[in-house]
């Protein structure tokens, strides 16, 4: 998975509950991505980040926002977490030089929302 | 909504046949397409991209063909194997973001 890892793998937790994802990657890329994946769709971007300190929204971004302090960690927050987040999240990271459209995926995170 | 979709949600294949999965764009400002593989528990794997000036890139087993006249995008898999078997998504890119399709579950038979 191109040295990226997501933690945790799996989540349950309550509607209303703050959660927080990790993508951490060893590749020293510019770009991290955050998407889901849900039954019947492709993925869909959530929000994005171009740099440390710099993000960007993503097609469906409602309810969630993002944290870049470091090139290895993007973080993905569920400020309250509702049913309709119940997704699989995967984070990419792309921008090796002449390949920025090469994103590389990570194992994914479960998320279920009770 | 989704500017990329693929043709058919299933494909069955015999094993040693050519699979061909197709997609359809909408946006013809796209400067790459890009083909991804997904097995079952896995995130997406690249497999090809073509650059939206050119017409077929070819890989190993895999050729991708483009036709901006009809914006329609291709994947072909020579001689299908077991380790085909995984759901296909076709993408495109644009100001380092990718749009997704909604995937075709490609399936080979014994």
């Known amino acids: 998975d191109a040295g990226i890892t997501q933690s945790p793998r799996h989540k349950v937790t309550e509607t209303g509950t703050p959660v927080t994802l990790r993508c951490h990657q060893t590749?020293?890329?510019?770009?991290m991505y955050w998407y889901r994946q849900d039954p019947g769709h492709g993925l869909r971007l959530i929000h994005y980040?171009?740099?440390?300190?710099?993000?960007d929204k993503g097609e469906v971004s409602d309810g969630y926002s993002v944290s870049r302090s470091k090139t290895e960690d993007f973080l993905l927050t569920l400020e309250s977490a509702t049913s309709s987040q119940t997704s699989v999240y995967f984070c990419?990271?792309?921008?090796?030089?002449?390949?920025?459209?090469?994103?590389?995926f990570g194992p994914g995170t479960r998320l279920t929302v009770t | 909504g989704e500017s990329v979709g693929l043709h058919l949600p299933t494909l069955s294949v015999q094993e040693g046949d050519n699979s061909i999965i197709n997609c359809a764009y909408s946006?013809?400002?796209?400067?790459?397409f890009i083909w991804y593989k997904q097995e079952s528990g896995k995130g997406p794997q690249f497999i090809i991209d073509?650059?939206?000036?050119?017409d077929k890139r070819q890989g190993q087993r895999v050729t991708v063909l483009l036709n901006k006249t009809v914006k329609h995008l291709s994947l072909q898999i020579a001689a299908t194997q077991p380790g085909d078997s995984a759901v296909y998504f076709c993408?495109?890119?644009?100001?380092?973001?990718?749009?997704f399709g909604a995937g075709t579950t490609v399936t080979v038979r014994a």
């Open positions: 946006n013809s400002a796209s400067d790459y």
């Open positions: 590749e020293n890329h510019r770009y």
């Open positions: 073509i650059r939206s000036n050119m």
């Open positions: 993408a495109e890119f644009n100001d380092y973001k990718l749009s």
């Open positions: 990419a990271i792309s921008g090796v030089a002449g390949s920025a459209n090469e994103q590389y």
């Open positions: 980040s171009y740099g440390v300190k710099d993000t």
